[in-house]
């Protein structure tokens, strides 16, 4: 019998005045490449918390 591991990440939208929020990433295989800001779900965090804490770590 196969066991799966599962976990959420969120990716947020965010435009203002027509332009799209995105970031660069600077590590990791897809460096150098632009992405939505986002990330994995800590244990205890709701999906909305989630996205804050990712948006504001990758943002300031």
């Known amino acids: 019998m ?4 599962t976990h959420f ?3 947020g939208v965010h435009f203002r ?5 995105c970031i660069n990433k600077n590590t990791g295989p897809y460096k150098n490449r632009f992405d939505l800001p986002g990330g994995s779900q ?3 965090e709701s999906l909305i918390d989630t996205l804050k ?3 504001m770590e ?3």
Not at 17 to 21: C, F, H, S
């Open 53 to 55: 804490r990712e948006v």
């Open 17 to 21: 005045e027509r332009k799209l929020l």
């Open 58 to 60: 990758e943002t300031g």
């Open 9 to 11: 990440g969120v990716y």
């Open 42 to 44: 800590k244990q205890t």
């Open 2 to 5: 196969s066991v799966y591991a």
